[in-house]
């Protein structure tokens, strides 16, 4: 793979420093800083907006975005909003590829949506969000939408309800401060709502939902917990004529056994270091 470089009309690193008239490290930093700031916001940020985090000059901000969309690892939209770019996708597949947790939960991924013949996805907590980081599509899914990498509000799915009713009280604490975005009119809508239905979630020991996060989609996840810690959850999602409800309580025993598996696998290798 060749790198682009100057000679393909975009800025090198060193370039990039030199034009901020600041140290490489600094450099580094505000860039980290800009790909965080916008990893939460969905409708993206304008110049001045990024200027302000920063507390740098709108020139220096122009520049940064400008160089780093060039690097196609943000992408400007009609409206001169910034937004996370698809150049990004490359770094987060090696990463997510990397992860103990997708390695060892791969094979029961794969036997799950063969014997569902559903969507079955892993997922794990960032911030007020659910990140995808990866999925077995079943036979019965038409058109395979790929989920791995993207994000969705905690409150609005049923991974995001079994992070954050098996997770730390830091992380609910924060998502039950909203803001609660209404992706369905089935989505919750506020605390005492998303309150009620975490301490459901820890009787069950699995979280659904129906319509909550899209129209037509239901889905049931529990916890993966490797020595009391949970670390992600496990899913399976499919359209709601294919899941009904009287169906939603097998698929929650079977998620639970599915948890509780790539939990034990996880932390065998574990314990024998």
Do not use: C
């Not at 969309?69 to 009609?78: C, G, P, S």
């Not at 905690?154 to 730390?168: E, N, Q, T």
């Amino acid at each position: 793979m060749t790198i682009p470089g100057p000679q393909d009309g975009i800025p090198s690193a060193s370039a990039v420093a030199s034009l901020l008239a600041v140290r490489p490290t600094d450099a580094v930093d505000r860039v980290a800083t800009v790909l965080e700031l916008l990893a939460g916001e969905r409708e993206g940020l304008r110049v001045a907006d990024v200027a302000r985090a920063l507390e740098v000059h709108k020139a220096t901000a122009s520049r940064l975005l400008a160089t780093l969309a060039a690097r196609r690892l943000l992408e400007r939209d009609r409206a001169g909003r910034y937004r996370l770019g698809p150049g990004l996708i490359r770094f987060a597949a090696v990463a997510l590829t990397g992860l103990d947790v997708v390695t060892q939960a791969r094979d029961q991924l794969g036997d799950l949506s063969a014997r569902t013949g559903e969507t079955v996805s892993l997922a794990v907590l960032d911030g007020t969000d659910v990140v995808y980081v990866d999925q077995s599509v079943g036979d019965h899914a038409i058109v395979a939408g790929n989920w791995v990498g993207r994000r969705s509000p905690a409150h609005a799915s049923s991974s995001g309800k079994v992070l954050l009713a098996f997770g730390d009280e830091e992380g609910r604490e924060r998502a039950l401060a909203g803001p609660f975005e209404r992706l369905t009119r089935h989505t919750i809508g506020s605390a005492d709502e998303l309150a009620v239905v975490l301490e459901e979630v820890r009787r069950r020991g699995y979280a659904r939902t129906v319509a909550e996060l899209e129209d037509g989609l239901s889905t049931v996840a529990a916890p993966v917990r490797v020595r009391g810690e949970t670390v992600a959850a496990v899913s399976v999602g499919g359209p709601t004529f294919r899941i009904p409800a009287r169906e939603l309580p097998r698929l929650g025993r079977l998620m639970i056994d599915a948890g509780d598996a790539i939990g034990r696998r996880i932390a065998g290798p574990v314990l024998q270091r």
